[in-house]
């Protein structure tokens, strides 16, 4: 059974960095994570392959956010880096392509302007 538990999320200023990570149980998949900012609906950020030798980003994370996982640990890690009030959101993991019933509480990331 696919299990997935994020944490890390923040309040943090603008320019700030936060370092979210995925415990996933069940089974080594691609992963990727996902936000939904206020009114909009929810996008891709960040994407890796089951070896976490191959990464892609949305455009809005490039050379500013970075997805890596510790098979070993059962972990996916996103560490942000200059964050921008626009990157406020609840953020997701979930395996890529997305998997509905998978989708877990998420962690909320604030960033202050």
């Known amino acids: 059974q696919v299990q997935l538990v994020e944490s890390g999320g923040g309040l943090v200023q603008a320019g700030g960095s936060l370092r979210l990570s995925c415990l996933v149980s069940?089974?080594?998949?691609?992963m990727a994570w996902y936000r939904r900012a206020p009114g909009k609906e929810r996008e891709f950020v960040a994407g890796i392959n089951r070896s976490g030798d191959s990464s892609y980003y949305a455009d809005s994370a490039k050379g500013r956010f970075t997805i890596s996982r510790d098979n070993a640990k059962n972990t996916v890690v996103l560490q942000m880096s200059n964050l921008k009030s626009e990157d406020t959101a609840i953020y997701y993991c979930?395996?890529?392509?997305?998997?509905?019933?998978?989708w877990g509480q998420g962690t909320q990331v604030t960033v202050s302007s």
């Open positions: 979930n395996t890529n392509p997305p998997v509905p019933r998978y």
């Open positions: 069940g089974g080594i998949f691609h």
